[in-house]
C-alpha cells in the first residue's frame, strides 16, 4: 500500500507540475490521476500531510467566494493548502498534492450522494472542519436523472454526517443549515453564524421554504436575504442562536461599516473566544457580507494564534478592495449609455440576489435557461423575473437542451415582451456574440445577463470578452 502511495504521489505531483494548477480540469487533473493509482486509501495518507487539519465548504452558494475569503485570513497567522473553483474529490486531492502545509482548505461541491460521495470523501479526509454556507433548489437533474431537493439536501448533509471530531460551521439563519448542525450537536462541536442587525429582505422568496424537520411551511419574523431569516415552526424548530453574528450595517463613504461579535470555540486553542470588530470593507451584496461572516466564522475557530484576530481583520479588510470574485460571479460595468450585469444565477435565490444588486428602471433582461426537466428551477427563477418586471426578455438555452429552452421561453412569452434565440452549447461563441450584440443594440438604461450555465465556459468569457469589447 505505501509503495503504492508513493507512485502515486510521484505521478499526481508530476502531473501538477505540469498543469500549473490552470482553470478547470487543470485544478483536478493531478488529483484525478493521484486517485487513479493510489485509490481512496492513498487519500487518507496524503490528508495527513496537513499540520493542524483539511476544512472542506460547501452549501449551494458562496463556496468559492467563501474559500477564498478563508485562505486570506487564514495566511496570516499559518500556511494553508487551498483549492477552490474546481469542487470535486480530484481537487481536493491536487490541493494536498502541494507542499506541507498547516491547514488545507478546500471548496467541495456536492450534487448527488452518488456522484459526490461526500460521507466517503469525509472519512477518507477526515476534515477538522465542514463549512456550511446557505443551500437552495439547484442541480434538479444530475447525469440525465432526477435529483429531487430532498436527496441534494441529503447529499450535503452527509459531508458532517460521519465527524466525531472538530467543528461543523453552519448558518444560522438558514433553516437547512441549521438543521444539520442540531443534527450533529451530539457528535461534534458546532458554531453558528448569522445576522442581527437592521436589515430586512422585503421581497417574496423565490421558492416556498419549509421546515426541515417536520415538512411544514416555516414562519419568519424577518428575513435577511430571500430564506435567510428568523424562523420558527409549529413542531418546534427554530433558528438557533449564532455565536459569530454581524450586529451593525451602514453604508459610509461609499463602504460597508459592519460590526462583527463573537463568543465562540477556538479548535486549535480548544478554549473559547470573544471578540468584536469593526470594519470598513468594500460595498458588495448582502449575500457576500454572508460570505464574509462565514469565513470570520471559521477564522476565529481555527486560527492557531487568536491573539491575533483583530490585527488579522483590519490587514485583511484593506484587501478585500483588491478581491477578485469567481468568473462565474455578478459583475456590474457602467458604459457610457448603460449600466450592464453580467453573472451566474442558477438557482432562485442566486437570481434573486443578483437582481437585488442591479438597477431595475427600464431593464432589459438576458436570461439563460435551466436545463429538461429542471421545472423547480425555472418556476424560482420565473417568481423573482415577475418580481423584477423587466422591460424586455431575451432568452438563451443556458444548459443543454435546447427544446427545453423553447418551452421556457414560451412561458416567459406570456408576461414579457419576449424573443427566442436557441442558440445551443455547442456554438458558444456564437452565443456570447449574439449576447453581446443585443447589449450594444439596447436602448435601455440596464442590462442583465443571467441564469443557468457553464461557469467558465459562458460567464468568465463573455465577461471577458464584454470588457475588451464594449465595456
Known sequence: MRFKCIIAGLGGRLARSIVRLGRGMGRSFPGYLFLKIGGLDCLRELSRKSKIGNILITGTNGKTTTTKMLCLLLRKDASVSCNFDSNTVNAVATGLLGEKADFGVFEYGIRTAKYSMPD?????????????????????????????????????????????????????????????????????????????????????????????????????????????????????????KPHVKLTRISKEDNKWKVEIRAETYNYTSQREVSTMLSLEIPIFGVHNLYNLLCASTAYITFTPHPENIENTFIEASRELEDFSLPPGRFEISKTKDMIVG??????????????????????????????????????????????????????????????????????????????????????????????????????????????????????????????????
Not at 477518507?124 to 440525465?144: C, N, Q, R, W
Not at 427566442?420 to 447589449?439: A, G, Q, V, W, Y
Open 120 to 240: 466517503t470523501v469525509s472519512q477518507y479526509v477526515d476534515p477538522i472542519g465542514v463549512i456550511y454556507t446557505t443551500i437552495s433548489k439547484e442541480h434538479t437533474m444530475v447525469a440525465g436523472k432526477k435529483n429531487p431537493f430532498k436527496e441534494y439536501f441529503n447529499a450535503k448533509r452527509l459531508l458532517s454526517a460521519p465527524m466525531k471530531k472538530g467543528v461543523i460551521i453552519c448558518n444560522a439563519d438558514d433553516p437547512r443549515t441549521a438543521y444539520i448542525g442540531m443534527e450533529k450537536e451530539k457528535d461534534a462541536h458546532v458554531t453558528y453564524y448569522g445576522f442581527e442587525a437592521d436589515l430586512e429582505d422585503q421581497k417574496p422568496t423565490s421558492a416556498p421554504v419549509y421546515c426541515p424537520r417536520c415538512g411544514e411551511k416555516l414562519e419568519y419574523s424577518k428575513r435577511y436575504l430571500n430564506h435567510r431569516g428568523i424562523y420558527k415552526c409549529k413542531c418546534g424548530f427554530s433558528r438557533p
Open 342 to 471: 453580467i453573472g451566474q444565477g442558477d438557482n432562485g435565490d442566486a437570481l434573486k440576489v443578483n437582481l437585488q444588486v442591479h438597477p431595475l428602471e427600464d431593464m432589459t433582461l438576458i436570461y439563460t435557461t435551466p436545463d429538461k426537466d429542471e421545472d423547480e428551477i425555472f418556476q424560482d427563477h420565473l417568481k423573482v423575473i415577475l418580481s423584477a418586471k423587466p422591460k424586455k426578455v431575451h432568452v438563451f438555452p443556458g444548459r443543454e437542451s435546447v427544446p427545453a429552452a423553447k418551452e421556457y421561453y414560451e412561458t416567459i412569452r406570456e408576461y414579457f415582451d419576449s424573443s427566442f434565440h436557441p442558440i445551443s452549447n455547442k456554438d458558444m461563441d456564437k452565443k456570447i456574440d449574439e449576447i453581446l450584440k443585443i447589449i450594444k443594440e439596447s436602448s435601455a438604461k440596464s442590462v442583465m445577463v443571467s441564469g443557468c450555465g457553464p461557469e467558465h465556459l459562458l460567464w468568465a468569457r463573455l465577461k471577458s470578452k464584454f470588457k475588451s469589447t464594449i465595456g
